[in-house]
């Protein structure tokens, strides 16, 4: 059974990088795509981009300009930065599979607690 | 693209059905004939995880009970006989327009 861990500092001062990184065990990151989506405390869901294994990224436009994206294959990971935070950026952030096209969103990790204070 | 779900809130009796709206603000249909819609319920506490995906496709271990319908811009969830473990925030999700993975603001779903 695959299982996603998330890990990174739980707390960014405003201004500065914010950078996550997704472990994949008892899988591969071959073949599938790999997903962050966050969600402020009390709020939906918001899809932040996906990665392919080979290191192809999509990602939300409302984003797009601050998000980067990578995969480590050797490590089984795949990891998330978003720059130039402010306290909007503060949510839990969850990392995802995407088996295949049109497949959804199968396993998740079980989220981390990102708080963007100083 | 938008998708837009109804009810926003879900107060249902145990052993009642229960239904769900998404509509998306562009087609889902893709050219190979499915629909790209997900549903997802997040119980509390808890991760979101995949109910349907396709449309209408359950995922692994989903009970019988839950079923996707429609096409295009609108599709409907349906719990034939809501239990008390069902309780929590249903979400639809389209894979499929920009900006991929788009969320609906999803629904939740009480015991009264």
């Known amino acids: 059974q695959e299982q996603l861990q998330e890990s990174g500092p739980g707390l960014v001062k405003p201004s500065e990088t914010l950078s996550l990184t997704c472990t994949v065990s008892?899988?591969?990151?071959?073949?599938?795509?790999w997903s962050w989506i966050r969600q402020p405390a009390g709020k939906g869901l918001e899809w932040i981009g996906r990665i392919y294994y080979v290191g192809n990224t999509d990602y939300n436009p409302s984003l797009k300009s601050r998000v980067t994206m990578a995969v480590d294959t050797s490590k089984n990971q795949f990891s998330l930065k978003v720059r130039s935070v402010t306290a909007e950026d503060t949510a839990v952030y969850y990392c995802a599979r995407t088996y295949g096209e049109g497949y959804g969103l199968d396993v998740w990790g079980q989220g981390t607690t990102v708080t963007v204070s100083s | 693209n938008v998708m837009t779900q109804s009810p926003l809130s879900l107060p249902v009796t145990p052993g009642e059905p229960a239904s769900i709206s998404c509509r998306s603000s562009?087609?889902?249909?893709?050219?190979?004939?499915?629909?790209?819609l997900d549903w997802y319920v997040q119980k509390p506490g808890q991760s979101p995880q995949l109910l349907i995906y396709l449309g209408s496709t359950r995922a692994s271990g989903v009970p019988d009970r839950f079923s996707g319908v429609g096409s295009g811009t609108d599709f409907t969830l349906k719990i034939s006989r809501v239990e008390a473990e069902d309780v929590g925030v249903y979400y639809c999700?389209?894979?499929?327009?920009?900006?991929?993975?788009?969320f609906g603001q999803g629904t939740k779903l009480e015991i009264k």
């Open positions: 562009q087609s889902l249909l893709h050219s190979n004939g499915h629909n790209y």
């Open positions: 008892g899988g591969s990151l071959s073949f599938h795509y």
């Open positions: 999700m389209q894979p499929l327009h920009t900006p991929l993975y788009t």
